[in-house]
């Protein structure tokens, strides 16, 4: 994430509280309640993305750990895509020696 965008996210943010307060207040609750329920709503959101953070985390389903596994996976096909039949047959049986003799 660059600099511009949790600027922006946390800009966002502060002006969606501004907001709800406003609403509220023209809804008809004074400011003290106004004021209390847009901040349970906004340490709400905090605390739901927070929770959803850690299971992405847990699950490995984090941006960054899904764009490296593509990348490995896409360098590692382009590299057997450009072997010669040769040098493939020869890893082929380097492998199933390997698996020989582990058994």
Known sequence: MRRVDAISIGLGIFLAGGLAYIVLQLVGL??????ILSQVLLVS???????????????Q?????????QYEQDFLQKR???LT?????RIQAEIEQE?????
């Open 61 to 69: 389903k984090m941006t960054y750990h899904q764009q490296r596994e």
């Open 45 to 59: 959101g905090l605390v739901g993305w927070l929770i959803t953070y850690f299971f992405r985390a847990v699950g």
């Open 99 to 103: 698996e020989q003799t582990q058994v």
């Open 80 to 82: 057997l895509e450009e």
């Open 85 to 89: 039949p040769e040098e493939l047959a």
């Open 30 to 35: 004074d400011n003290q309640k106004a004021g």
